[in-house]
């Protein structure tokens, strides 16, 4: 009978005594689906944190790997050359696509943007690529 354990075994984790607070679980922000990714045996992941004045923008760049923003504070504008413009509030996130020419920005004129910002990518890969 060993089935027996591990039968039992998720009735004891499901359960929570009375007046227990339930266990913490993620929420979700973001799912999509992209290409571009390193493929390589080993990554490297990256998280930055970044303060954008306002009126202050970004230099207009390129990434070699998608680019995960999550806004924490403020707006945070992201002009993409041949794909418009993506604005992105406080508490929302949204993934910036490989060798596009971009340029972020903080419209506010009064209120910084903070983000937060994580990239995987072949070791060694400068975050971000300066275009002329």
Known sequence: MRLLPYLAAPL?????????QEPARPTLLLRETIAGMP???RQEVQVLTATIAPGQSTVFHTHSFPVTV?????TFTLDLQG????????GQSMIEP??????????SVTEPARV??????DP?????????
């Open 12 to 20: 004891l984790i499901a359960s929570v005594p009375a007046g227990a």
């Open 39 to 41: 493929r390589g045996e």
């Open 70 to 74: 999550f806004v924490l504070e403020g």
């Open 83 to 90: 794909r418009g413009t993506a604005v992105v509030p406080a």
């Open 98 to 107: 490989p060798n596009v020419p971009m340029t972020g920005h903080n419209r």
């Open 116 to 121: 937060v910002i994580f990239y995987v990518a």
């Open 124 to 132: 060694g890969t400068p975050f971000l690529h300066p275009v002329q």
